[in-house]
């Protein structure tokens, strides 16, 4: 069993800037791919970013890509949201999940484990 806690989330103006962190407990998820979703009001859960195990593999939203950037630090069992220039439209509750099986991918259904989320919010 794996239990992951977000934190790192609060409002900012639009092109500012957050980082959200990804704390695992109970056991390590140094072997485990660690996935980053988000959700917004009235809309479905969408994928964000995600990270190998071994964090040589990355994967991102069209929507993201050049904006965000995804890490891990084994050392801290921890996997980091870095979030730059952001819009209002990435306004969300921001989910981690880890899967212990496969590579980094966008699948949710795969991710065994998920957090509670953080909250972001990007005004203009």
């Known amino acids: 069993q794996v239990q992951l806690e977000e934190s790192g989330g609060g409002a900012v103006q639009a092109g500012g800037s957050l980082r959200l962190s990804c704390a695992a407990s109970?056991?390590?998820?140094?072997?485990?791919?660690v996935g980053w979703f988000r959700q917004a009001p009235g809309k479905e859960r969408e994928f964000v970013a995600a990270i190998s195990w071994s964090g040589e593999s990355t994967d991102y939203a069209d929507s993201v890509k050049g904006r965000f950037t995804i890490s891990r630090d084994g050392a801290e069992n921890t996997v980091y949201l870095q979030m730059n220039s952001l819009k209002p439209e990435d306004t969300a509750l921001y989910y981690c999940a880890a899967d212990p099986i496969h590579s980094a991918h966008s699948g949710s259904a795969w991710y065994e484990w998920w957090g509670q989320g953080t909250q972001v919010t990007v005004s203009s």
């Open positions: 109970g056991r390590t998820f140094t072997n485990y791919a």
